[in-house]
């Protein structure tokens, strides 16, 4: 039963998206309004479609169908409820099914904002694109990707169960789920940019219409990445939260392209430049969640992270290779309508810091593309397996994070257009002061350096340089009468905000390299010993035998804080680690594993040891990007007059040039049936 549902409902998820594509298609051309309208109404049978499927996979997880091929492999009837649940997405498969559904829901959305304006042919052409990629990915599921395949004979008693590191941390009902908000939701700026490209209307109107959901799933991702590496810190055991693994090089690339695109789009809209630029990164960005997806799907990569088993590659590959073929070619189609129509007037102004910004994140990127798929490259054509570490990326992304820091602090105290020597000394008095402040603090509070110094410093620049904004839109906020809070909404305001959750996390990140420690130890209980300073008693140890699993947990002494790290075992599954944490906001994380034990416990035990200054940073400033995110997209005062003005049929009596509507291009607002 729940194979006929999930079947149905990928069919019917199917017949919709490549319908609706195909009428959606047939009204551009024949310029018929009421055939776009009938063809945008197929929206519904995908949304009924993915929710059938997904109802018919929860219910035969939550059942334990396994009649399921997919049930058996990756459910048993001892997993606990909320690992039922999530074993939708902790396989291939249900992957896809979680990623049509997130893009279902953004397509219906999409939908529901530009209801009133469907026969506009730039809403027309993105809603095309959006119907055609849920095609893609229904017709994946309908085919080598298939979640609702059933066993041959007869079914099994009992499922494999999920994998142990799935089910092992209650992260992963967020973190897959947040990825694949952020890695989904740039679907919806990516239709439009090539919208925009094919009806040529390439002013600054669709990038209005389409901030708020760029932002929306930049901090989805930015989140789901800090998420990833707070659950890789507390499950994998190793002490650490970032590997350079090709699955989180993966997640890490279309952020980079998305940042830098988030910052060179005010450029565009408030001067008109960076055309060219901006949607060379918007279809990067996009093209960039589908080579993660190849990555991580496709089998041709072993990570801890990437579904090995799968015969996806080449299916996902030619799909990135559309993606890219199709955006390079409308922008060298369009090349001579992209023309800006002026240029930086000098290097000292907001848009220069954020045009060498741009760069900065561009050869971030390209490092971390290279180091990524050189491997790959080495492999297919000399069938030898090399690897890329961290030591390469350190070496190569610490400068530019470094000069990354810098522009951070300097942009946001530059005028448009141009700055005289005075103005930035004046405006950067004050970040300075902090800066040297911080300096001075971690000099006399031991630190030792040039490079953690230099980190911390820029540190307490960009993060002057981002309080002193907020202060004084805080004040004028509060002077004009709005309320204070005023201070902390809008664009600029939410991405000051941001702006000092990146300072934390950069602060986490060189205390955690720069001063991080690790030893071990081996004791019987009773024992004490004293590890890399930290004083250890190991207290007793005992054997736990749950539905699920089985495995052996310490209790141990750590400088006076009491820690329970275990060792869990599941079903057929090697052992998996569970440190024991305590966690300090100033004095950092002291991290205890057991590196190995007898069966049950018995005897001596070997314990590891990680210090990791200011961990908790990390996670502080993730939650701070996504809240600063969350206030950028909410418009100010000045931001809710501007959306008023971008809705109007015409440009207004000396309307700033870069803010006109959509549609208020010469010929641009025809609708679908109307003709030139």
């Given at each position: 039963m729940n194979a006929v549902l999930g079947q149905a409902g990928v069919a019917l998820g199917l017949v919709s998206s490549a319908g609706g594509a195909i009428g959606l298609l047939i009204g551009l051309l024949r310029r018929s309004e009421p055939l776009v309208r009938a063809a945008s109404k197929a929206i519904f049978g995908l949304v009924v479609g993915v929710l059938l499927a997904v109802f018919a996979m929860e219910h035969a997880l939550l059942t334990h169908d396994f009649s399921l091929s997919y049930v058996a492999n990756n459910n048993a009837r001892q997993t606990p409820l909320l690992y039922d649940i999530t074993g939708m997405w902790s396989a291939l498969q249900g992957s896809i099914l979680l990623w049509a559904l997130i893009l279902t829901g953004y397509l219906a959305a999409m939908y529901h904002r530009f209801r009133h304006r469907l026969t506009d042919r730039l809403f027309t052409i993105a809603g095309l694109v959006g119907m055609c990629i849920a095609a893609y990915f229904f017709a994946l599921m309908a085919g080598p990707a298939n979640p609702f395949l059933t066993v041959s004979g007869h079914p099994v008693s009992n499922g494999l169960g999920p994998n142990p590191l799935l089910q092992d941390n209650p992260l992963i009902a967020f973190h897959p789920v947040l990825l694949y908000l952020g890695y989904v939701g740039f679907t919806v700026p990516f239709a439009f940019a090539i919208a925009a490209l094919v009806t040529g209307r390439l002013g600054e109107g669709w990038l209005v219409e389409t901030r708020r959901w760029t932002v929306a799933a930049w901090a989805f991702l930015t989140v789901g990445i800090v998420l990833g590496a707070w659950w890789s810190y507390q499950v994998l055991g190793w002490g650490g939260f970032w590997a350079w693994d090709p699955v989180e090089n993966a997640a890490l690339l279309p952020w980079l392209c998305a940042t830098a695109y988030l910052h060179s789009v005010m450029v565009q809209e408030r001067r008109g430049l960076l055309r060219v630029w901006n949607l060379s990164l918007l279809i990067a960005t996009y093209a960039l969640t589908i080579l993660g997806t190849f990555l991580t799907r496709s089998g041709v990569i072993v990570s801890v992270h990437a579904f090995s088993d799968s015969n996806l590659g080449p299916v996902l590959i030619a799909f990135f290779g559309v993606v890219v073929a199709a955006g390079v070619g409308l922008i060298a189609w369009r090349g001579d309508q992209l023309h800006s129509p002026g240029s930086i007037d000098s290097p000292l102004s907001r848009e220069g810091a954020f045009l060498v910004n741009n760069l900065l994140f561009a050869a971030f990127a390209l490092v971390v593309l290279i180091g990524t798929v050189f491997p790959l490259f080495v492999e297919a054509l000399s069938h030898q397996t090399i690897s890329v570490g961290a030591p390469y990326y350190d070496a190569v992304t610490g400068p530019i994070g470094f000069a990354l820091l810098f522009f951070m602090a300097v942009a946001p105290v530059l005028p448009w257009r141009s700055a005289s020597v005075e103005l930035l000394r004046s405006r950067l008095a004050v970040p300075a002061?902090?800066?040297?402040?911080?300096?001075?603090?971690?000099?006399?509070?031991?630190?030792?350096?040039?490079?953690?110094?230099?980190?911390?410093?820029?540190?307490?620049?960009?993060?002057?340089?981002?309080?002193?904004?907020?202060?004084?839109?805080?004040?004028?906020?509060?002077?004009?009468?709005?309320?204070?809070?005023?201070?902390?909404?809008?664009?600029?305001?939410?991405?000051?905000?941001?702006?000092?959750?990146?300072?934390?996390?950069?602060?986490?990140?060189?205390?955690?390299?720069?001063?991080?420690?690790?030893?071990?130890?081996?004791?019987?209980?009773?024992?004490?010993?004293?590890?890399?300073?930290?004083?250890?008693?190991?207290?007793?140890?005992?054997?736990?035998?749950?539905?699920?699993?089985?495995?052996?947990?310490?209790?141990?002494?750590?400088?006076?804080?009491?820690?329970?790290?275990?060792?869990?075992?599941?079903?057929?599954?090697?052992?998996?680690?569970?440190?024991?944490?305590?966690?300090?906001?100033?004095?950092?994380?002291?991290?205890?594993?057991?590196?190995?034990?007898?069966?049950?416990?018995?005897?001596?035990?070997?314990?590891?040891?990680?210090?990791?200054?200011?961990?908790?940073?990390?996670?502080?400033?993730?939650?701070?990007?996504?809240?600063?995110?969350?206030?950028?997209?909410?418009?100010?005062?000045?931001?809710?007059?501007?959306?008023?003005?971008?809705?109007?049929?015409?440009?207004?009596?000396?309307?700033?040039?870069?803010?006109?509507?959509?549609?208020?291009?010469?010929?641009?607002?025809?609708?679908?049936?109307?003709?030139?």
């Open positions: 002061w902090v800066g040297l402040a911080v300096v001075a603090g971690c000099v006399l509070g031991g630190v030792r350096g040039f490079g953690p110094l230099a980190a911390f410093g820029l540190a307490g620049v960009a993060a002057g340089s981002a309080l002193r904004q907020l202060v004084l839109a805080t004040w004028s906020a509060h002077r004009s009468g709005a309320g204070a809070w005023r201070g902390f909404v809008g664009r600029a305001n939410g991405g000051m905000i941001v702006h000092l959750g990146v300072v934390m996390v950069a602060c986490g990140l060189v205390a955690a390299n720069s001063f991080g420690h690790r030893g071990t130890v081996t004791l019987r209980p009773g024992q004490r010993a004293v590890v890399e300073g930290h004083s250890i008693a190991f207290y007793s140890a005992h054997h736990f035998v749950h539905p699920n699993d089985n495995g052996v947990v310490a209790s141990v002494l750590v400088d006076g804080a009491l820690l329970r790290p275990a060792i869990t075992n599941f079903p057929g599954q090697e052992g998996i680690g569970t440190p024991g944490i305590d966690s300090s906001f100033f004095s950092g994380d002291v991290y205890v594993t057991i590196d190995s034990a007898l069966p049950g416990g018995r005897g001596p035990i070997t314990f590891g040891i990680v210090a990791q200054p200011m961990i908790m940073w990390l996670w502080i400033g993730g939650f701070t990007i996504g809240v600063g995110a969350l206030l950028a997209a909410v418009p100010g005062k000045r931001r809710r007059r501007g959306t008023e003005a971008v809705s109007a049929p015409a440009l207004k009596s000396g309307q700033r040039p870069g803010r006109e509507p959509v549609g208020a291009e010469p010929g641009a607002v025809l609708p679908v049936g109307s003709r030139t």
